[in-house]
């Protein structure tokens, strides 16, 4: 259960309705989802979040939008975000993730994180050649 109240686009307010109205446009599809919905109860933090998913996220970069998406499923599933694993997976899925691409990627997000725990528990030095 939400936290804040999930606003409606009956009771959004003009700058709310702005920023809806740019996910729509800007992802092609009528869909707002509950984390937008959510955010709108803070309006200038709603469009400020917007602006940042839109320049990081959207915006023409080195990295491809499906690479984008999979670095963000890795972080979400690093932080235990259910909502962002499922809604960047989703994402993902539409921009080609394939089963076997996923699996791929989870298996290395496994590995990643063992290997993690273990440097950290053995408090292994960097090597100076891995330094800039």
């Known amino acids: 259960m939400a936290t804040v ?10 700058a709310v ?13 009528d869909f707002v989802n509950n984390f937008w919905r959510a955010l709108a109860c803070d309006p200038v933090q709603l469009a400020s979040v917007w602006a940042e998913v839109k320049a990081v996220m959207v915006a023409p970069g080195t990295l491809d939008p499906l690479t ?8 979400s599933v690093t932080n235990g975000c259910s909502y962002c694993i499922h809604s960047h997976t989703a994402a993902a899925r539409a921009k080609g993730l394939t089963d076997a691409a ?4 989870l298996a290395v997000i496994g590995l990643a994180a063992k290997t993690n725990q ?7 030095p960097v090597d100076p050649e891995f330094q800039a």
């Open 118 to 124: 273990l440097v950290n528990a053995l408090q292994v």
């Open 17 to 29: 309705r702005a920023v809806f109205d740019d996910i729509r446009t800007t992802r092609g599809s």
């Open 68 to 75: 984008r998406e999979m670095l963000y499923i890795a972080v």
């Open 5 to 14: 109240r999930l606003i409606a686009d009956e009771e959004a307010s003009e």
């Open 102 to 105: 996923h699996g791929e990627m």
